[in-house]
T-cell receptor, first 109, second 117 residues
């Protein structure tokens, strides 16, 4: 069983919808990362969090340490949000990350 | 603008040949990483380096080699010993604060797609 599980596996939404992507992990972590990968392949770091909630523009990330669960929310979704969203966790001081398989999001106009 | 540059974007090689993928960063980051991405799988760590002239094997180091002669450069060689080299390769870097606080966002390059036939 992968240490990092993401759901749903694929997601299609209409422009303007509120979107939630989930990430569950099975080990103790020091931080959780949300990453965005566009069709060209490059990856951008969206959030790194170890507790609570962070917001950047239309994106909100939350984490519940006790439940070992994090969510990434996208408000007022737009076709340019179409990408693969990857959750990754770091479990120690050496900061090696364990990655989920990613969720492919498609936002239709 | 600071960032990570991977080259080339696409690379084609014949089976049995070694090939070197370039990764350069001008972010003054101490740590650099090489990941491999295959369809339907999460990124897997090949090698990482936290300081010049030092590097450690990741989870799938067999068939790969690296060097870290300069802070800004971390080239990856895919050798003929790597049984399934066709993949998307991503380089990343990260600043280093302390042994206890290594957690900071990673910066990724745009990747190199290697095809070996």
């Amino acid at each position: 069983k992968n240490e990092v599980e993401q759901s749903p596996q694929n997601l299609t939404a209409q422009e303007g919808e509120f979107i939630t992507i989930n990430c569950s992990y099975s080990v103790g972590i020091s931080a959780l990362h949300w990453l965005q990968q566009h069709p060209g392949g490059g990856i951008v770091s969206l959030f790194m969090l170890s507790s609570g909630k962070k917001k950047h523009g239309r994106l909100i990330a939350t984490i519940n340490i006790q439940e070992k669960h994090s969510s990434l929310h996208i408000t007022a979704s737009h076709p340019r949000d179409s990408a693969v969203y990857i959750c990754a966790v770091s479990t120690g001081a050496n900061s090696k990350l364990t990655f989920g398989k990613g969720i492919t999001l498609s936002v239709r106009p | 603008d600071g960032g990570i540059t991977q080259s080339p974007k696409y690379l084609f090689r014949k089976e049995g040949q070694n090939v070197t993928l370039s990764c350069e960063q001008n972010l003054n980051h101490d740590a650099m990483y090489w990941y491999r991405q295959d369809p339907g799988q999460g990124l897997r760590l090949i090698y990482y380096s936290q300081i010049v002239n030092d590097f450690q094997k990741g989870d799938i180091a067999e068939g790969y080699s690296v060097s870290r002669e300069k802070k800004e450069s971390f080239p990856l060689t895919v050798t003929s010993a790597q049984k399934n080299p066709t993949a998307f390769y991503l380089c990343a870097s990260q600043p280093y604060r302390s042994d206890r606080e290594y957690n900071s966002p990673l910066h990724f390059g745009n990747g190199t797609r290697l095809t070996v036939t």
